[in-house]
C-alpha cells in the first residue's frame, strides 16, 4: 500500500486488526526488515501491525525538495499516521528507527502507549556515541559464503552461523539493494546536523511514564549500549536487557530471546 503525505509517496503493510503497532526499521534497511523479525511473535495476537518504508528506502519515494532531517521525518511519519486514521499506538523501532520512534514519543507522548526498542540511536552524530568493540563467535564450522555482502555480514554480526547469514540475506540484503544512498548522505550532511533531533538534548534528560522495553547488544560497535541504558533511568516503567552474545544486528544474533521478548512486553 502507498499513502501520498508531503507530496511524497510512504510505502506500508498492515496486517492482521487490534491495537496499532507502528514499525520503524534501521537506516538503509526496509520495512521487510521489521516484518521478518517480529511476525513469529506477533501471529495470532490482537495488534495491528503497521510496517513503513522510511523515505528514501524500500519503495517509499525519497525527497530533495526539502533537506531531510530527523525532525522533518518525525512530523512526516505522524502526518502518514493521520492520514491512514491512526491516533494511538505502539512503536517498534531498530537504531535510527528508535531514534525516530524516541522523537515521536517525546513530542506526541500522548498518542504513544509504548516503546519496544533494539539497539536505538540516542546520539545521532556518530563522532559522538559510546561504542562497544565487535567481536564474531563462530558457531559449528559455518564458513560464509564470498559475495558481495560477506564483508558487512561479519562486521555487523557478531554470532557467524547458518542462521544468522540466511536472516541476514533475507532481512538485510533487500533493503540495502533498494536504498537511495544519495538520500542517506543528504539526511547525514554537514556533520550530522539534519539527521540529529534540534531537542536532542533535551530528549536524553526526558522523564517518561511511557511502558518501555530497551533491548541492547554489549558489542554494538554502530550504537553501543551504555548510553541507553543511561537513559533508562528517564523511564518509570522501562525494562532493560544488554544480551552478552549480540552486536548491533541483535535481531539477528539472537531472534528467539528478541520474540521472547516481545512475547513479554506486548503480553
Known amino acids: 500500500m502507498q499513502q501520498l503525505v508531503n507530496n511524497n509517496l510512504i510505502h506500508y503493510e498492515i496486517i492482521g486488526t487490534g491495537v496499532p503497532v507502528v514499525f520503524l526499521h534501521g537506516l538503509c534497511l526496509d520495512l521487510n526488515s521489521m516484518k521478518y523479525q517480529y511476525e513469529p511473535a ?3 495476537k490482537n495488534y495491528q501491525r503497521i510496517y513503513v518504508d522510511l523515505p528514501g528506502m524500500g519503495k517509499s519515494q525519497s525527497f530533495y525538495d526539502v533537506q531531510p532531517s530527523g525532525d522533518y521525518l518525525v512530523e ?8 491512514i486514521k491512526i491516533n494511538n499506538f505502539y512503536l517498534c523501532g531498530h537504531s535510527y528507527g528508535g531514534y525516530l520512534s524516541l522523537g515521536i514519543a517525546h513530542k506526541y507522548s500522548e498518542r504513544v502507549k509504548g516503546l519496544f526498542l533494539t539497539c536505538p540511536v540516542v546520539t545521532a552524530n556518530s563522532n559522538q556515541r559510546i561504542i ?7 558457531k559449528d564450522g559455518f564458513e560464509v559464503p564470498n559475495n558481495e555482502y560477506t564483508e558487512d555480514f561479519i562486521g555487523m554480526n557478531v554470532m557467524i552461523n547458518e542462521v544468522s547469514w540466511q536472516k541476514y540475506v533475507t532481512e538485510v540484503v533487500p533493503g540495502l539493494k533498494n536504498c537511495d544512498f544519495k538520500f542517506i548522505k543528504n539526511l547525514q550532511a554537514d556533520n550530522f546536523y539534519h539527521y540529529e533531533f534540534k531537542n536532542e538534548h533535551e530528549l536524553k534528560k526526558w522523564e517518561s511514564d511511557i511502558p518501555t522495553f530497551l533491548l541492547l547488544g554489549k558489542h554494538d560497535q554502530i550504537v553501543g549500549f551504555k548510553e541507553q541504558v543511561s537513559m533508562a533511568h528517564n523511564f518509570n516503567r522501562c ?5 552478552e552474545q549480540a552486536g548491533h544486528n541483535l535481531p539477528i544474533d539472537q531472534p528467539k530471546m528478541l520474540e521472547n521478548c ?4 506486548f503480553d
Open 239 to 243: 525494562d532493560l536487557l544488554v544480551l
Open 262 to 265: 516481545i512475547d513479554y512486553f
Open 132 to 138: 562497544e568493540t565487535h567481536i564474531n563467535i563462530q
Open 76 to 83: 512526516l511519519i505522524i502526518k502518514f499516521l493521520d492520514a
Open 42 to 44: 506477533f501471529t495470532g
